[in-house]
T-cell receptor
Framework: GAGVSQTPSNKVTEKGKYVELRCDPISGHTALYWYRQSLGQGPEFLIYFQGTGAADDSGLPNDRFFAVRPEGSVSTLKIQRTERGDSAVYLC?????????????FGPGTRLTVL | DAKTTQPTSMDCAEGRAANLPCNHSTISGNEYVYWYRQIHSQGPQYIIHGLKNNETNEMASLIITEDRKSSTLILPHATLRDTAVYYCIVRPGNDYKLSFGAGTTVTVRA
């Protein structure tokens, strides 16, 4: 079946602009995660949804970052007043249930470049 | 604080077994050892996980020492497509987020 998809694959924006990054999880997966990966580093947790609600947003770096998942499926990560330091690959993952196995299926990521 | 320690990089010969070490000396009793890998320009991919016993699946084997302070991921017959960054992650059984370190960059050479 289809895996996790993310759009756009690449996004170039100017400092101060607003961006939205979209994630389509695997159908039926109730858990959804956003991570951010800077060059040469491992992914860093941002936020976790169980259904429609954000169960843990402790990884969001500041209040310019916000994410929603209104119908418990597609999620959008929103970044206001972008800064050059926001440049990174933003990864989305989903899993069927939160369990000991917790196999998270990752999308290919959106590469965000802030000029 | 880093929960795991991995070598920065390693080379492997195609067709040979690749043994990837990971130290997790502060692991707690309820924490699992997970391995993910990330091929260039792709998202991470789950490989295997274990608690105390050794585990094997179609991709790899995981050997965990008796004191659980270290583990080894074994790719039995490395291919060029196994070239990737391999992440060893320690995660409590009731947790959901993955805490990635820098991983080991594995290069399989023909």
């Amino acid at each position: 079946g289809a895996g996790v998809s993310q759009t756009p694959s690449n996004k170039v924006t100017e400092k101060g602009k607003y961006v939205e990054l979209r994630c389509d999880p695997i159908s039926g997966h109730t858990a959804l995660y956003w991570y951010r990966q800077s060059l040469g580093q491992g992914p860093e947790f941002l936020i976790y949804f169980q259904g429609t609600g954000a169960a843990d947003d402790s990884g969001l770096p500041n209040d310019r970052f916000f994410a929603v998942r209104p119908e418990g499926s597609v999620s959008t990560l929103k970044i206001q007043r972008t800064e050059r330091g926001d440049s990174a690959v933003y990864l989305c993952a989903s899993s069927l249930v939160t369990s000991a196995r917790n196999e998270q299926f990752f999308g290919p990521g959106t590469r965000l470049t802030v000029l | 604080d880093a929960k795991t320690t991995q070598p920065t990089s390693m080379d492997c010969a195609e067709g040979r077994a690749a043994n990837l070490p990971c130290n997790h000396s502060t692991i707690s009793g309820n924490e699992y050892v997970y391995w993910y890998r990330q091929i260039h320009s792709q998202g991470p991919q789950y490989i295997i996980h274990g608690l105390k016993n050794n585990e094997t699946n179609e991709m790899a084997s995981l050997i965990i020492t008796e004191d659980r302070k270290s583990s080894t991921l074994i790719l039995p017959h490395a291919t060029l497509r196994d070239t990737a960054v391999y992440y060893c992650i320690v995660r409590p059984g009731n947790d959901y987020k993955l805490s990635f370190g820098a991983g080991t960059t594995v290069t399989v050479r023909a």
